[in-house]
């Protein structure tokens, strides 16, 4: 099932300008319903090829939502169009962050997320700089709010990150002492994340740096796994962690 694109205002704020997202695929669940997960796929990728992937997980009870990234000028590229959550000229996170394309992600990731039912737990995951975005999400869900200063409304319960980064590593240590988040329980958000070691894309001491900087802010419950001979992809062993990591942390039957 696709749905059509939506545009976004920043964290439900009007943006400088309209932003398109492609469309979006949804994997439903083959049993009883206990988890959603939004899916965000990589720089030059569309939520397809991953809903197909994530459609053969052996996790029968959560339903998959896959979105297309907007098309947009890309730095990296100089300047040439991609499909990209948010601008980049480095893909790592000593790179700028263009916040105002990580804040409209992440809040179509909150609105795709909105319309779940109350019991339903919710997560986020991602490759690439699908991860980065969702490691933004979990930071805007630990300090309570985007970038922007809006109020960031989605309780999560998981996110994953394979082969990315951490965005605005350098000024979250300062938002999260503000929010006092790590003794408020924003801290205890579950995150996974894994890197290749041969990772040429993004470097592997990205993967790991970022994963100290959330312990650092007071993420308590941050798992690192990394992969000899893995580049910038992912592998079954890898994808068979996730299954096992997403199973016991939303309790799945």
């Not at 900087?213 to 893995?230: R, T, W």
Request: charged share 15%; net charge neutral.
């Amino acid at each position: 099932m696709s749905l059509a694109g939506s545009s976004v205002a920043s964290g439900g704020k009007a943006a400088r300008r309209a932003i398109e997202f492609g469309k979006t695929y949804v994997v439903r669940p083959k049993g009883k319903h206990q988890a959603t997960i939004v899916w965000l796929h990589g720089l030059g990728d569309n939520g397809s090829s991953w809903s197909q992937l994530l459609e053969m997980l052996p996790l029968p009870n959560i339903k998959w939502i896959c979105p297309t990234a907007p098309t947009r000028p890309i730095a990296l590229f100089g300047g040439f169009p991609s499909t990209a959550w948010f601008d980049v000229k480095d893909l790592s996170e000593d790179g700028p962050d263009d916040l105002e394309g990580l804040d409209a992600s992440a809040a179509h990731v909150a609105y795709l997320l909105s319309t779940e039912p109350s019991d339903i737990k919710l997560g986020v995951g991602g490759f690439s700089m699908g991860a980065a975005t969702a490691l933004y999400s979990a930071t805007c869900h630990a300090v309570g709010k985007y970038g922007n200063g809006n109020p960031y409304p989605t309780n999560l319960s998981a996110v994953v990150g394979l082969s990315g980064w951490l965005p605005c590593s350098k000024t979250l240590k300062s938002k999260m002492e503000e929010k006092n988040a790590s003794n408020s329980g924003a801290g205890s958000l579950p995150i996974l994340l894994c890197h290749g070691k041969v990772d040429d894309v993004v470097l592997y001491k990205f993967g790991e740096k970022s994963s100290q900087a959330l312990h650092s802010v007071g993420f308590q419950d941050v798992i690192f796994k990394s992969y000899n001979g893995l580049g910038h992809y992912t592998v079954p062993e890898e994808m068979d962690e996730v299954c096992a990591w997403l199973t016991s942390k939303l309790g799945l039957l």
